[in-house]
């Protein structure tokens, strides 16, 4: 799961995004409503009445309401459009856009070889070709590796790279979940902070 890149939900705001790593949309839709059961706030209005307001933890279901990939960015600025959708005018649903992007993180081992490594640059280089993808790259100075060395000559021999590999095509990679927030009368509602 990613950090949650929730719109706050206050006085002036009617709705909400949560974005959320994973491609498995049961799955990561039920951890995200887990993830954000303490994502609510009671609020009294200028005439006294008491109000819950909850976000995605409040929803009982989902609606994919997109079948194109987007960045998160274009989904972050699609979704205010869809949320007049009819499934999810009542804020007990909430929706769904599937999320991507063509950065792609990777951790390599670096397999040994005769003689190691001659330096830094050569290892990762080694490491990182053979899974670079048609249009893929990456910035050497940006990678982040580990090396074990041979104790008398100093060559590399063996180890693990992190890179970031950028420009390839975009791959599906978590969910935008948007919704309203629900404005629930607290005579409604049995929990205990509004008994």
Not at 33 to 61: F, K, P, R
Request: proline share 4%; aromatic share 8%; with cysteine.
């Amino acid at each position: 799961m990613s950090v949650p890149t929730t719109t706050p939900v206050d006085q002036a705001t009617t709705h909400w995004h949560y974005h959320a790593d994973g491609i498995d949309l049961d799955a990561v839709y039920q951890q995200a409503t887990e993830d954000n059961t303490d994502d609510s706030y009671l609020e009294t209005d200028d005439e006294g009445s008491a109000n819950w307001h909850t976000t995605i933890a409040g929803t009982s279901a989902y609606c994919v309401l997109g079948d194109t990939l987007l960045t998160l960015e274009e989904a972050v600025e699609r979704y205010p459009s869809l949320l007049g959708h009819e499934k999810l005018s009542d804020g007990t649903r909430c929706g769904a856009l599937p999320v991507g992007g063509s950065d792609r993180h990777v951790m390599v081992p670096l397999r040994a070889l005769s003689g190691g490594y001659r330096d830094e640059a050569d290892a990762i280089t080694a490491a990182l070709t053979p899974i670079v993808r048609a249009g893929e790259s990456f910035d050497i100075d940006a990678v982040e590796a580990n090396f074990y060395r041979h104790e008398d000559t100093g060559t590399i021999v063996s180890g693990v790279v992190s890179a970031t590999l950028t420009g390839g095509q975009p791959v599906h990679a978590g969910w935008l979940f948007f919704g309203l927030a629900q404005h629930t009368p607290t005579e409604s509602c049995s929990c205990s902070i509004c008994q």
